[in-house]
């Protein structure tokens, strides 16, 4: 494939799904894995490679971008870090049983996993999620820390952040408020992501046929053009979040989501 055309649908593609993200609130691996593993295919990588870095990139790019998210919410007083820390420190478990397990999976397994993921969360997305405003939030030690094991698996298996998963799950299972859930999920995810990052990592050193400039399954490439756009884009989004109707927006990412997740099922 042609560099310029290469580089212009990274461009692109970061822009999306760092404007998606501060828009909406959603991560961007929904967009930016499909396009890196599409790239990647026509580029010639085998299609199982092309997934594995697809997932191992777009998890490194989100990384950073959970990281500040939570640290926001920190400042806001938005984190119970007594929940954060046993679910994340189960979730880099999870992580790591899921990452070993993605690296001798066959990559139409793991494509079609993250595609049906992606079309239940674009569903979700169409779900309000209501707090229970009376009801004390549970905070069971081997419950937070099953939850945290699966959203690890999550992570891994299906290469994306696994919030529009967990925060259903502390507001609905363990009535904690919406924002506070959102702000837990946020400090969850930098240890699932993290987890999962460092797996792929590991288990890619030495494999032969990955893309040049690689470490591991992260392509250096494709992650210093989506992290440079990611990140701005997604500042922009925020500020354009509050000047548009929050509904309409939701539906146009859940239809979007809904489209790549079937465009992902087609062998």
Same mark, same amino acid.
């Given at each position: 494939?042609?560099? =310029?055309?290469? #580089? #212009? !649908? #990274?461009i692109t593609t970061g822009s999306v799904a760092g404007f998606a993200s501060g828009m909406v609130g959603v991560g961007g691996c929904f967009i930016m894995v499909p396009v890196q593993y599409w790239l990647l295919v026509s580029d010639g990588l085998d299609s199982t490679l092309a997934i594995r870095v697809a997932f191992a990139t777009g998890l490194a790019v989100t990384l950073p971008t /959970?990281? $500040?998210s939570a640290l926001g919410h920190h400042r806001r007083k938005?984190?119970?870090w007594q929940t954060a820390i046993p679910m994340g420190g189960a979730a880099v478990v999870g992580a790591v049983t899921g990452g070993t397990i993605a690296t001798f999976l066959p990559g139409q397994? %793991?494509? +079609? @996993? @993250?595609?049906?993921l992606v079309t239940l969360m674009a569903v979700r997305m169409f779900w309000n999620v209501k707090?229970?405003? /009376?009801?004390?939030?549970?905070? !069971?030690?081997? /419950? #937070? %820390? *099953? =939850?945290? *094991?699966?959203?690890?698996?999550? +992570? !891994? %298996?299906a290469g994306v952040g696994g919030g529009v998963v967990l925060v259903p799950v502390l507001v609905l299972l363990l009535h904690y408020p919406v924002h506070t859930a959102i702000g837990t999920s946020s400090a969850c995810l930098i240890f699932s992501s993290a987890g999962a990052v460092a797996t792929y990592l590991?288990?890619?050193?030495?494999v032969a046929g990955l893309p040049p400039y690689s470490i591991g399954y992260v392509d250096l490439v494709q992650w210093g053009v989506l992290v440079a $756009? +990611?990140?701005?884009? !997604?500042?922009v989004g925020v500020k354009y979040a509050h000047r548009c109707p929050a509904k309409i927006l939701r539906y146009f990412f859940a239809v979007l989501m809904f489209i790549v997740g079937v465009l992902m099922l087609i062998p």
């Open positions: 494939m042609d560099i =310029i055309l290469y #580089l #212009l !649908s #990274l /959970v990281m $500040t938005a984190v119970d397994v %793991l494509k +079609t @996993f @993250f595609a049906v707090e229970c405003l /009376v009801c004390p939030p549970r905070q !069971s030690l081997p /419950v #937070l %820390l *099953f =939850i945290g *094991f699966c959203i690890g698996n999550i +992570t !891994s %298996l590991w288990h890619g050193l030495g $756009t +990611t990140i701005p884009l !997604s500042i």
